[in-house]
């Protein structure tokens, strides 16, 4: 009971405030999350890539990755194939499954529940979702008319992706920033992730889903919320990463569908009202799964 009373609760207020907040429209939540995207998530990028010198674990963490995504992009091929689902169908399963919300739920969660070192690991992992989201994730949600190059062009755009090279160009020089300016970077850093958080909330209290495909929303929410941190279980097995780092990755692989996805959805047409759905039914869900994901980690 105390992981929900100490880990969950807390994260999922936030959340409410951010919902309710939405529900009363005192805020455009494109403008809350524009604050978020271009000032305060560039910020705690550059600072953990800044204060993070390359590792065997940082390299774990990128394979981990890699291996995921390709997991779960096979998975929902083979479904696609058994159960003959048509194209869009396929696209928003595969959308639905393989990004999760490790940003927004992810980085809070697993800062709660493991602390700082394991945070800093977090943060690596949420930005290379996030440039996976704009990239494959686009191209997955528009492949019919969107080539690969043109994904790539999105992500040299974004933020954080300017964040991070630059704090990996100022880490490998050892360039020494002052304090004060540090100072700054950090207000600025420690500032993101409460507010993605209200961003979060305010996302899904956009969400309208019409009519649920229960059987489609039940794969997917099977899928995204039980076997996807089995598969990152076995992914940490063969690449014999720490009980921190497998932890961090688990539990990250273990998060909901991203709210994002559900943009990038309804944005490229790509099966919205299924993406949505799922986003929000393994939103509510995750509460439960992540309580006893937590406790079998003895948080």
Request: charged residues 10%.
């Amino acid at each position: 009971m105390s992981v929900f009373l100490n880990v969950l609760v807390p994260i999922v207020l936030i959340f409410a405030a951010g919902f309710f907040l939405q529900k009363k429209q005192l805020l455009e939540v494109g403008s809350v999350s524009a604050v978020a995207l271009y000032i305060l998530n560039p910020a705690l990028v550059f600072r953990t890539f800044y204060t993070t010198e390359p590792d065997a674990d940082l390299f774990r963490i990128v394979a981990f990755t890699m291996l995921f995504l390709l997991v779960m992009l096979l998975l929902n091929k083979l479904l696609g194939i058994l159960m003959k689902w048509d194209q869009e169908k396929t696209s928003g399963m595969t959308l639905s499954t393989t990004f999760m919300n490790s940003g927004n739920y992810g980085a809070p969660l697993v800062l709660f529940a493991f602390g700082e070192t394991a945070f800093s690991y977090s943060i690596i992992f949420m930005v290379i979702q996030a440039l996976l989201m704009s990239t494959v994730g686009v191209y997955i949600a528009n492949r019919s008319s969107l080539a690969a190059a043109d994904a790539f062009r999105v992500v040299l755009k974004m933020p954080v992706f300017h964040a991070l090279i630059v704090g990996v160009l100022c880490q490998a020089v050892q360039l020494n920033i002052t304090e004060s300016y540090m100072d700054a970077v950090n207000m600025l850093a420690d500032a993101a992730i409460p507010v993605v958080m209200i961003v979060l909330g305010m996302q899904l209290a956009k969400i309208s889903v019409s009519s649920l495909d229960w059987k489609l929303v039940s794969i997917g929410t099977t899928i995204r919320l039980v076997i996807s941190p089995a598969a990152a279980y076995l992914l940490t097995l063969l690449l014999q990463t720490d009980p921190t780092l497998s932890a961090v990755l688990i539990v990250s692989a273990a998060m909901p569908t991203a709210a994002t996805i559900a943009m990038i959805a309804v944005q490229f047409n790509s099966s919205p009202n299924l993406v949505s759905s799922i986003t929000l039914v393994t939103t509510l869900c995750s509460v439960p799964s992540l309580w006893i994901l937590l406790t079998l980690f003895g948080v």
